[in-house]
């Protein structure tokens, strides 16, 4: 069971991170399997990974809060570039929705350090990203932020927050805009599989993880470092140091070759 928390406080904390949560977790998986000789997919519910999409999604809430509140208590004022908005998030996920419908189609799949070197190559070429010119949000780069999104969720080892924020910014977005919108178009999908989880799981015997102390215990407490593992990435934007994270993805890389 102590590996089952561990999990847990991984799939919530690496979340707030442009690393690959989910490529992480395949070399957690990759250890358990070599060192302790257990699969970490018989310890957990069908679809309990979408499920740990909850914590993520409180703590994206507290942390665009004052945003939220903003357009809220503004939303006579400002409802023709709220629609405008949220056709465009729309037509992101829709593109996206597109391309993952068919991944069972997909050609070749990568090894997972092939993911892991892609997301490095991506975060490092921030470091010559320089736009002189800021643009605004349109139809063409929901559609090229769609696509990336694609990419992340059909290619093992590829951040989704990674790539979506650093095609933004090489389509000339503001590094603020291009961190919210990182994570506005994934809003509806970690939703979705937030509620799919939970369904799955109310309908499961291993409802009884909801009553669990020490379940809850590492999720808030994973989600406390989330929090502030997302005001960190926030920082790091704000001051075009985001591509420092890539010498960060060296060690998984060579993890991943050795596993």
Not at 10 to 19: A, M, R
Not at 37 to 54: A, E, M, T, V, Y
Request: hydrophobic share 60%; aromatic share 22%.
């Amino acid at each position: 069971m102590n590996v089952f928390y561990v999990l847990i406080f991984l799939q919530v904390l690496l979340e707030s991170f442009p690393i690959s949560s989910s490529g992480h977790l395949k070399l957690f998986d990759f250890f358990c399997l070599n060192f302790k000789k257990l699969n970490i997919s018989d310890l957990l519910p069908k679809d309990f990974d979408h499920f740990l999409h909850g914590p993520t999604i409180l703590v994206l809430v507290l942390f665009f809060y004052k945003r939220c509140v903003f357009m809220v208590l503004n939303i006579f004022k400002l409802y023709k570039i709220l629609f405008k908005m949220l056709v465009l998030l729309f037509i992101a996920d829709a593109v996206t929705a597109f391309f993952y419908l068919f991944r069972d189609f997909a050609i070749f799949k990568l090894p997972l350090w092939c993911g892991f070197l892609i997301t490095a190559l991506l975060l490092f070429s921030l470091k010559f990203c320089n736009p002189k010119q800021l643009k605004i949000f349109n139809v063409s780069k929901a559609v090229y932020l769609g696509l990336a999104q694609a990419v992340a969720l059909l290619l093992p080892g590829v951040s989704r927050f990674g790539i979506t924020y650093v095609v933004a910014r090489w389509l000339s977005l503001p590094a603020k805009k291009s961190f919210e919108l990182s994570f506005a178009i994934e809003m509806p999908l970690i939703t979705a599989g937030f509620l799919k989880g939970l369904v799955y799981l109310l309908k499961s015997d291993s409802i009884f993880i909801l009553f669990d102390p020490i379940f809850w215990f590492v999720t808030l407490f994973a989600s406390v470092f989330s929090y502030f593992g997302f005001w960190f990435m926030y920082w790091l934007a704000l001051q075009k140091k985001f591509w420092l994270v890539s010498i960060y993805m060296i060690i998984p890389i060579v993890i991943s070759l050795i596993f």
